[in-house]
C-alpha cells in the first residue's frame, strides 16, 4: 500500500503567488511522503499470539511499577523523613507520563512502532534504575520524572501496535492475553511492593521492574514482526514538529502543576497557583494555532476533533480519568484511614475494582467482535459506573466488608466497559494515518482527567479535614499533620496511646472518631462527583459517540498479503531445508567416493 498523505497546512506568503504556494505544498508533500509509512500489519492467528504475548509483557512492567510504588510510598516517606512531600513521586510521573503522551503516537508514525516502544521502555528502566539510587527525596522525585517520561509511551504504543496488527473487530478475540496479565500485575503488584518495603528495601520498589522491562524488550525485537518505515533518518529528523514538541512539553507541565499544587500546597487562590495555570492554558491556545496553521507535520492534527465521536470519547475519557484515578488513590487511603489497614492489605483489599475491571473488558471486547457494536457497552458501563461511585459515597467505617466489596465489583464491573469500547470507537471514526494520534491524544486526555482528580479530591478531602479539626479547637501544627498523613487516624484503634502518633499529638480516640466522621464527609463528596460525572459521561456518549462500521473495505486484500507473507515464509524455509538435505547428500556421495578412490589405491 502507498504510504498515507497527510493534510497540508495553510501557507501565507506575502506575495500572493500562486506558483510558490504550489511548490511549497509540493515539497511538504514529498517530505511526508517521504517519511510516513502505512504500517498496518494483519497478521494470522499464530503470529498475533506471539505479538499480544510481547506485548502484554510490555504493560506488565507499566502495571507492576504503578502498584508497587503505590504500595511502598509510605516506607519511602518514612526512609526519606518526607512528608507530604512524598506525593510528588507518583505525582512527577503521573506529570511526565502526560506531557510526553502526545508525542509518542506521531513518533511511532516517524520512526517505527518497535523503535519508539523501545526507546520508551530504554528511558523507562534508566529512570527506575536511578530512582534506586536516588541520596534525597528531591532527586527521587526528578528520577521518577524521567522514568514516567518513557513509561507514559509504553501503553499508548502497545494499543497502536494492536491496531496495526489484529482489525479493531477482531482486537477482542485476544484481548484476553492482555487482560490476564494486566489482572496478574494487579494482584501481585501490592504484594510484591509491600514486601520488598517491609523486608528488603525501598529501592528494590523501583528496581525489580528493570529485568522484566529488560526482557520485555529484548522479546519485542526479537519476535515483533512490524513493518519497517520508509526514508532516510535524516529526513526523519527534519520533519519532527519541534515547536508542537516545546509548547506540548510547557504547556502540560503549566497545567499539570497548578493542578497538583492547588489546594494541597498552596490554596488555590494563590499567585503560585493561578499564574502558571493561565500561563499554561495559553500556551495551550498557541499550540492549538500551531498545530492548525504552522505546523507541517502536526503532533495533534485539529482536524481530528471535527469528529463528533472523537471529541465525544475524549470528553468521556477525560472523565474516566478522573474517576479512575480518584478510585485507584482514594479507595486504599480510605481502607488505611477509616478501617486502619496496612499498606498490603489495603492494595489487597482494591483488588476487586481491579480484576473486575479487567474482566469486564475482556468480555466487552469479546461482545465487540461478534456484533460489531460498542455504543450500548458504553452508555451500560457508565451508567453503571456511575452508580457504583454513588454507592461507594455511602460507606463508612462501620459499613459491612461484604457490601464495601459488593460496591467495588460494580464500580470495576462500569469502568471496564468503558476502557477498550471507547479506543475501538475513536480508532474507527478516522482513517488509518491518523490512527496512531488519535490513541496517544485519547491517553494524554485520561491522564489529564487523572492528574485533576487528584488534585480536586485532595482539595474536597483536606477541607472537610480542616473543617471538623477546627470544630474542635485543634492547634494549626496538628491540623497540617494530619491533612499532610490523614491514615494516621487508623492508629485510633490502638488501645496503647505511647506507641501510636495519635497520642503522641495528644489526640484521643473519640477525638480521631469525629475527625474521621469529616474524613467520610470529604471521602463521600470526592464520591458524589465522581458519580455526577460518569452520569454526564453517560449523556455524553449518547449524544456524540455515533456507530461507525468496524470493518474496513481493504482488510481482506490485507489479511491475503499476510496469508501470503507467512506462506512465503514456510516455503522458503522449505526450500532451505531442502537445500541443506541436498547439500549433505552430495557431501557423503563424495566423501564415499573418495574412499573408494583410496582403497583402489591401496590395493
Excluded at 472523565?319 to 477509616?338: K, M
Excluded at 487528584?454 to 474536597?460: E, Q, R, W, Y
Excluded at 466522621?517 to 456518549?541: D, K, M, Q, S
Aim: glycine share 8%; hydrophobic share 50%.
Amino acid at each position: 500500500m502507498s504510504s498515507p498523505s497527510t493534510r497540508v497546512p495553510s501557507i501565507h506568503h506575502h506575495d500572493g503567488q500562486d506558483g510558490s504556494r504550489e511548490e511549497a505544498f509540493k515539497a511538504v508533500d514529498a517530505i511526508t511522503a517521504l517519511t510516513l509509512t502505512d504500517q498496518t500489519n494483519l497478521l494470522p492467528f499464530r503470529k498475533v499470539i506471539v505479538v499480544f504475548a510481547s506485548l502484554s509483557l510490555c504493560l506488565l512492567v507499566s502495571t507492576l511499577d504503578s502498584t508497587i510504588v503505590a504500595t511502598a510510598l509510605p516506607t519511602i516517606a518514612t526512609a526519606f523523613n518526607a512528608g507530604s512531600i512524598v506525593s510528588w513521586v507518583p505525582s512527577a510521573y503521573l506529570l511526565t507520563s502526560t506531557a510526553f503522551q502526545p508525542l509518542y503516537g506521531r513518533f511511532s508514525d516517524i520512526f517505527g512502532r518497535k523503535a519508539t516502544l523501545c526507546l520508551a521502555m530504554t528511558i523507562f528502566m534508566l529512570g527506575s534504575l536511578l530512582a534506586g539510587f536516588s541520596p534525597s527525596i528531591i532527586s527521587l522525585i526528578i528520577f521518577r520524572g524521567i522514568a514516567g517520561a518513557g513509561g507514559g509511551g509504553i501503553v499508548s504504543i502497545v494499543q497502536i501496535v494492536m491496531s496495526d496488527v489484529v482489525s479493531l473487530r477482531e482486537r477482542g478475540k485476544y484481548q484476553g492475553i492482555i487482560g490476564g496479565v494486566v489482572a496478574f500485575g494487579f494482584a501481585i503488584g501490592p504484594l510484591i511492593g509491600g514486601v520488598l518495603a517491609q523486608k528488603v528495601s525501598w529501592k528494590w520498589c523501583f528496581w525489580i521492574t528493570i529485568p522484566i522491562s529488560a526482557v520485555a524488550m529484548a522479546v519485542v525485537i526479537l519476535v515483533l514482526p512490524l513493518k519497517s518505515v520508509r526514508g532516510d533518518f535524516r529526513r526523519k529528523l527534519l520533519v519532527i514538529d519541534y515547536l508542537g514538541v516545546i509548547l506540548t512539553l510547557a504547556g502540560c507541565a503549566m497545567i499539570s502543576l497548578p493542578l497538583i499544587w492547588g489546594g494541597v500546597t498552596f490554596p488555590w487562590t494563590s499567585a503560585v497557583v493561578l499564574a502558571p495555570l493561565c500561563c499554561g492554558l495559553f500556551v495551550v491556545l498557541l499550540f492549538c494555532l500551531w498545530e492548525w496553521k504552522g505546523a507541517r507535520l502536526p503532533i495533534v492534527p485539529m482536524y481530528i476533533f471535527k469528529h463528533l465521536t472523537v471529541s465525544g470519547v475524549y470528553i468521556t475519557m477525560f472523565i474516566n480519568g478522573v474517576v479512575f484515578y480518584s478510585c485507584l488513590f482514594y479507595l486504599p487511603q480510605f481502607f488505611r484511614v477509616a478501617l486502619a489497614y496496612s499498606p498490603i492489605r489495603s492494595g489487597v483489599f482494591l483488588l476487586p475494582v481491579l480484576v473486575t475491571q479487567t474482566l469486564a473488558s475482556f468480555v466487552a471486547g469479546q461482545i465487540v467482535s461478534k456484533t460489531g457494536r460498542y455504543r450500548m457497552i458504553i452508555y451500560i458501563g457508565f451508567s453503571v459506573w456511575a452508580v457504583g461511585c454513588g454507592c461507594l459515597s455511602t460507606v463508612t467505617s462501620a459499613t459491612p466488608k461484604g457490601l464495601l466489596v459488593f460496591y467495588m465489583l460494580l464500580t470495576g464491573t462500569g469502568a471496564g466497559q468503558t476502557l477498550q469500547t471507547t479506543t475501538v470507537a475513536a480508532q474507527a471514526s478516522v482513517s488509518r494515518k491518523d490512527m496512531s494520534v488519535v490513541t496517544a491524544v485519547r491517553n494524554f486526555v485520561r491522564l489529564l482527567g487523572g492528574t485533576f482528580s487528584l488534585a480536586i479530591g485532595a482539595t474536597i478531602i483536606n477541607n472537610a479535614l480542616r473543617h471538623s479539626m477546627a470544630k474542635l479547637s485543634l492547634p494549626g501544627p496538628i491540623i497540617d499533620q494530619v491533612v499532610d498523613d490523614p491514615t494516621i487516624l487508623g492508629a485510633r484503634l490502638n488501645s496503647n496511646s505511647t506507641s501510636n502518633p495519635l497520642g503522641n499529638l495528644g489526640i484521643s480516640p473519640s477525638t480521631a472518631n469525629q475527625i474521621l466522621a469529616g474524613y467520610t464527609t470529604g471521602f463521600r463528596a470526592v464520591f458524589i462527583l465522581n458519580a455526577c460525572l460518569a452520569g454526564f459521561a453517560t449523556i455524553v456518549g449518547v449524544l456524540m459517540i455515533r456507530h461507525k462500521e468496524l470493518t474496513r473495505g481493504d482488510e481482506e486484500q490485507l489479511k491475503a498479503q499476510a496469508r501470503e507473507a507467512n506462506t512465503g515464509d514456510r516455503e522458503e524455509t522449505k526450500a532451505e531445508v531442502d537445500e541443506k538435505a541436498t547439500d549433505k547428500e552430495i557431501r557423503e556421495t563424495m566423501q564415499s567416493a573418495n574412499m573408494e578412490d583410496a582403497q583402489k589405491g591401496s590395493i
